[in-house]
């Protein structure tokens, strides 16, 4: 249950800060200049250069109002954890103990989540399950009232490779 604050660690605070300055430096003069030449080729009615140049620039300036307000209502949440734990940003292997399945999941605030690369957030079932978990922990996930399971954790990764990592859009 999300209590409408977004979790972000300092370092998605200074993802975020970055890509708001860069749409306000960059892209904003880029997106206006764009504007302006489509203005300049005549007839509004007709010109779908103007539209999509409008279009994107409103989009710009949309997203950087969404992060914007993301950074003011944000709680930050500590991204360190003990050597042998379940932390943020860390990559641990799981067996499900009901069919010994595995899985391995990197541990992420509720913006990073991203289940098609099994980034799991923190606030999920299970990523508030493992969270500061050992090796050999066996951990019970509570989804609802009627769904539950058991993961026995077998392995915590705590190379923090996040490159690819970029901040969801709602």
């Known amino acids: 249950m999300q209590t409408g604050r977004a979790e972000l660690t300092e370092s998605d605070v200074k993802k975020i800060q970055a890509e708001i300055e860069d749409r306000k430096l960059n892209q904003r003069p880029k997106l206006i200049e764009e504007v302006k030449e489509a ?15 409008k279009r994107a620039k409103n989009q ?13 209502t944000a709680k ?55 969270l500061k978990h050992k090796v050999g922990d066996v951990c019970h996930v509570q989804v609802n009232e ?3 399971y058991d993961v026995k954790i077998i392995a915590i990764d705590k190379s923090n490779d996040d490159s690819e990592d970029t901040i969801k859009s709602f």
């Not at 710009?60 to 003011?72: A, D, F, T």
């Not at 067996?95 to 990073?112: A, H, N, P, Q």
């Open 39 to 53: 203005r300049a080729q005549g007839d509004l009615s007709e010109n779908f250069e103007y539209y999509a140049a």
């Open 76 to 130: 930050i949440v500590s991204d360190k954890s003990e050597e042998d734990e379940v932390g943020m940003n860390n990559f641990v292997e799981v067996e499900f103990l009901d069919d010994g399945s595995k899985e391995r999941y990197k541990i992420v605030t509720s913006i990073r989540g991203n289940s098609l690369k099994n980034y799991i957030s923190i606030e999920s079932p299970i990523g508030k399950a493992l």
């Open 60 to 72: 710009n300036e949309s997203r950087i109002g969404y992060l914007e307000r993301m950074l003011k």
């Open 146 to 148: 009627n769904v539950d």
